[in-house]
């Protein structure tokens, strides 16, 4: 399945960014000496690009202040030292206090690829969605990237917005438009026996990928682009997983506390069904490769999410499906 | 600018807020769970004099764009600023008996549901992040407004208040103060048996800041430290104050930072504070 040119959403955030910057006087850009910025020309609204040097909980508190006085700050730095390192200055500054700080953080997941552990991500959903009135925000592609960062910035509240690194590919130019808060719908069968909901770039597309191989088989599929991870949308969850022997979840994030997590966590409430996480197997990655690679090399990838889904259906034992997808290598 | 031409002492106003901020502070120490004695006894006359001779807030207009803001970096001196917002109008005098009750906003530390309280405190070190972008806003919108923030001293412990201060001096920020309530002592002792912090003035200037040494009780010379002109640097004033001042049996004690009275050590320590009288404001 193929869809438009790859492209690096956070490059296209930026651009959007530069432009958005110059006509919105609220916008002040924050940044953590990330260098994403360094050929950007802001125009009129260069006084509020500010370079606050490599220091992320200082960077989260001047945001808070500048939200307190009216601004809309957007904070720029990577995904890790935006929720591990600065997460004590986000919890009290801008999620207690619920100020309209737009985090975006880039390096999600796997994305830092060679960099390694100390630049990889797999952990921020989990802990970003724990905190009262955050906006937790996945796009799947840059095009998704524009939309939702433009209504990101008009949600009330804070918003922690995650994207990547390198290019990744577009999704299929037949997706329905993105609409925050709201799953994306990328692949549609009535009463479908699989429901698979993933969010992410690389997750996404494993998911239609595994979607067509499972169809292969007559097995009906439908693909839920969970892009906005909190709040959940629970009404669209449960109306796919209503008549689905088995829920399947993707995302490029450690099986504890992601995507899977509030998946199952709803499920389990509202419409009980099997629910098999596809997700990192939970240890670090010190080795070089690129995002993909490190990501099947995790356990992600479209094998891992056909065999859960088949697992389940032909009534292989529960232990067994749970453990073998998330196996290491 | 000068301090204005004011004797100290002379504003018997003055000594009197303090002395009813401090029986204020002694009564809510007396409430279900305690309070934080020590370290708000120490900023008393550093709160008066921002809120009655520096900063250009009102009461009737919390959220007027151009007010200054004060922060409450140290939230462990909670009681004290809850008394002084008390005083200047902020929330009635009534309301301190609520404190620490079930259900009530008066907690041991601050957060924005308190009348005047412009961000929440308690965990230390967040008070001069938020003051760079208080101060950096002010600049983007061509106000003269300023931004205090009042420190512990062990509190710059704290790598994050580092991380600001340096931002603040590259950034320029003459709209911001800090104000150091050094009284000398953290929880387990003296600031400087723990890590030490002098040269605590030479850092300060180290980092790019404009520095006062001042006397934290007596109100003419913070003043004067308030009022001094913008130089384009951020400033910081040190301010030499005694933790538990107003109390002689625990003035200069680490035992003072949190404390909860009996009714009759209660009734006790007010009769002495009151005996003490003004002593506590010069």
């Known amino acids: 399945m193929t869809g438009p040119e790859p492209r690096p959403g956070r490059e296209v955030y930026r651009d959007l960014l530069a432009g958005l910057m110059a006509s919105d006087e609220r916008l002040v850009c924050l940044d953590s000496d990330t260098g994403l910025f360094s050929s950007v020309d802001f125009g009129p609204g260069a006084a509020r690009y500010v370079n606050v040097g490599i220091a992320e909980q200082n960077m989260m508190g001047v945001a808070a202040g500048l939200a307190r006085a009216g601004r809309v700050p957007v904070v720029n730095t990577m995904a890790t030292f935006a929720v591990t390192r600065a997460l004590e200055s986000i919890k009290v500054d801008i999620a207690l206090t619920n100020l309209p700080v737009r985090i975006v953080a880039t390096n999600g997941g ?155 966590e709803a499920l389990a409430e509202l419409a009980p069904v099997r629910v098999v996480r596809v997700a990192a197997a939970e240890r670090f990655f010190p080795m070089a490769g690129g995002q993909q690679w490190l990501l099947a090399q995790a356990g992600v990838d479209r094998d891992r999410i056909v065999a859960a889904a088949r697992g389940v259906l032909s009534g292989e034992p529960a232990w067994s499906v749970a453990g073998r997808h998330r196996a290491t290598r | 600018m000068m301090p204005m031409a004011r004797a100290v002492g002379a504003d018997a106003d003055m000594a009197a807020a303090a002395q009813r901020v401090r029986e204020h502070i002694v009564r809510m120490c007396g409430g279900p769970d305690g309070g934080h004695l020590g370290g708000s006894m120490s900023l008393v006359e550093i709160l008066l004099t921002l809120y009655r001779r520096v900063l250009r807030v009102d009461p009737a207009r919390p959220d007027a764009l151009d007010r200054d803001i004060l922060l409450l970096s140290k939230g462990h001196g909670g009681i004290g600023l809850y008394a002084v917002l008390a005083e200047q109008g902020f929330l009635p005098v009534a309301r301190l008996a609520e404190y620490g009750r079930p259900g009530s906003s008066l907690m041991a530390h601050p957060t924005m549901a308190v009348p005047g309280v412009e961000m929440p405190s308690g965990a230390l070190g967040h008070g ?22 009042v420190l512990g001293d062990g509190e710059l412990q704290e790598g994050s208040v580092w991380e600001a201060a340096m931002a603040a001096a590259g950034l320029g920020l003459d709209g911001l103060t800090a104000v150091v309530d050094r009284n000398g002592l953290q929880i387990t002792g003296e600031t400087e048996s723990v890590v030490g912090l002098e040269p605590l003035a030479d850092r300060w200037r180290a980092f790019g800041w404009a520095v006062d040494e001042v006397d934290g009780h007596d109100t003419a010379a913070l003043e004067g430290a308030f009022r001094r002109p913008r130089l384009g640097r951020p400033r910081v004033v040190i301010a030499t104050t005694v933790k538990g001042k107003g109390l002689p049996s625990v003035e200069n004690q680490a035992r003072s930072h949190y404390v909860r009275f009996s009714e009759r050590q209660q009734r006790r320590t007010l009769a002495l504070l009151r005996a003490g009288g003004g002593r506590a404001n010069r």
């Open chain 2, 128 to 149: 001069l992040p938020l003051g760079v972008g208080f101060a950096l806003a002010a600049r983007l919108d061509g106000s003269d407004r300023r931004c205090f923030v």
């Open chain 1, 110 to 264: 796997l994305a830092a690829g060679h960099l390694g552990p100390t630049h990889h991500s797999l952990e921020d959903l989990a802990i970003m969605r724990t905190l009262p009135n955050m906006t937790v925000v996945v796009p799947a592609d840059a095009d998704q990237t524009l939309a939702l960062f433009v209504a990101a910035l008009d949600t009330p509240g804070p918003v922690y917005f995650r994207l990547g690194r390198g290019a990744t590919p577009g999704l299929p130019a037949a997706a329905p438009a993105v609409r925050l808060g709201v799953a994306q719908v990328v692949r549609h069968t009535d009463r479908a026996r699989v429901t698979i909901v993933a969010c992410g770039p690389y997750p996404v597309l494993a998911a239609l990928d595994a979607a067509a191989e499972l169809a292969a088989d007559g097995t009906t599929v439908t693909v839920l682009n969970m892009h906005t991870v909190k709040p959940l949308d629970v009404a669209a969850l449960v109306a796919a997983a209503e008549f689905s022997d088995v829920v399947v979840t993707a995302e490029e994030h450690w099986a504890t506390g992601g995507l899977g997590s509030a998946v199952a």
